[in-house]
């Protein structure tokens, strides 16, 4: 008896070893909410690289852009992230200085966006505009400037800048649409704004809820509501001043206990097989993926005359003085 339980014991242990020498590595991948939510692009982008890679790719949330990046800081070298997937150029400045971040090492030849992109640690996977979307049944005239919505009574909704890339998005729309004018500007602004939501996701279903006239979102949102609704309802208002230019990045983790798989899942956000993903289910423009083989109306959809964009260094200047005109602002 002690013989058999000793060898069935023994053949237990040789199959759990065995199953554990199966288990697939896992790649961590930390991302914002939407990126992961069943009708972002997280789903289609796990199970079209966990085709390929023979891993097991887990996204962990982290809230908006803004949140991502300072669980990063939090966290530090202890990270569990491989790779991180969401960051925008705002914020690759102070992304850097963690010093936890390792080169791409992926061509940035075929980038779609205007000014091309040159950052070796950063790798973009997809851009946009910052705009205000509105209802077209509550807003029949929309605004052709900030002065003109400054001049209505449209009631707008926002995030906040220092937990959303949106709303430090529109931080720098404004600095660099107007300088030393952007404490007038949000002085203007500050009595339309109903609500400062932490992130995305919170201030558009307010807005479709019908809590306000606009809110802060990008040219292409309207394009989802087209798209995969068939509701031709919503519009996003184009500002003389020109729109500030959002361009995502990803980045790999430089202590990653994955650096093979780390570099392999940056080589397939570069790919088609991730860029093709992109624009029906993260509502941006691809950022490698040719102009005619973008879906159709996103090619035909019509883009801002002037885009507006600061580079990494000074948008971090430019943040601190806008954050504070804006608390300013608001605060009265």
């Known amino acids: 008896m002690k013989t058999l339980s000793f060898v069935a014991a023994m053949t237990l242990a040789g199959a759990i070893a065995g199953a554990a020498e199966a288990e697939p590595p896992v790649l961590t991948v930390y991302t914002y909410d939407s990126f992961v939510s069943d009708w972002g692009p997280g789903p289609a982008v796990e199970a079209a690289f966990e085709a390929t890679c023979g891993c097991d790719l887990q996204f962990v949330a982290a809230g908006d852009g803004a949140e991502l990046l300072s669980r990063l800081r939090l966290e530090g070298t202890r990270t569990r992230?491989?790779?991180?997937?969401g960051l925008d150029a705002g914020q690759i400045a102070a992304a850097r200085a963690t010093g936890l971040f390792a080169p791409h090492g992926q061509a940035l030849d075929g980038f779609t966006a205007p000014g091309g992109w040159e950052d070796a640690d950063f790798l973009p996977f997809d851009w946009g505009y910052f705009a205000f979307v509105y209802d077209k049944g509550a807003v029949a005239e929309p605004p052709a400037s900030f002065g003109d919505l400054i001049a209505s009574d449209i009631r707008i909704i926002i995030q906040d800048p220092r937990s959303s890339t949106p709303g430090l998005g529109l931080l720098?729309?404004?600095?660099?649409?107007?300088?030393?004018?952007?404490?007038?500007i949000w002085r203007g602004l500050a009595p339309h704004v109903v609500t400062v939501t932490r992130g995305w996701s919170e201030a558009y279903g307010l807005f479709l809820e019908g809590e306000a006239d606009m809110?802060?979102?990008?040219?292409?949102?309207?394009?989802?509501h087209l798209i995969a609704e068939g509701d031709a309802s919503k519009g996003a208002a184009l500002f003389d001043e020109g729109h500030y230019m959002q361009v995502e990045v990803a980045g790999r983790i430089a202590g990653s206990d994955e650096p093979e798989l780390a570099e392999a899942f940056l080589a397939f956000v570069r790919s088609p097989a991730f860029q093709e993903i992109i624009p029906t289910s993260n509502w941006m423009y691809p950022a490698f993926l040719p102009r005619e083989d973008w879906?159709?109306?996103?090619?035909?959809?019509?883009?801002p005359a002037r885009g507006l964009i600061f580079d990494p260094e000074e948008a971090v200047e430019m943040r601190k003085q806008a954050l504070g005109e804006w608390l300013d602002a608001l605060s009265k």
């Open 81 to 85: 992230a491989d790779v991180v997937l």
């Open 172 to 184: 720098l729309w404004v600095k660099a649409a107007y300088g030393a004018r952007a404490g007038e």
């Open 215 to 224: 809110v802060l979102s990008y040219t292409t949102s309207p394009l989802y």
């Open 295 to 303: 879906p159709e109306g996103f090619a035909e959809a019509e883009m």
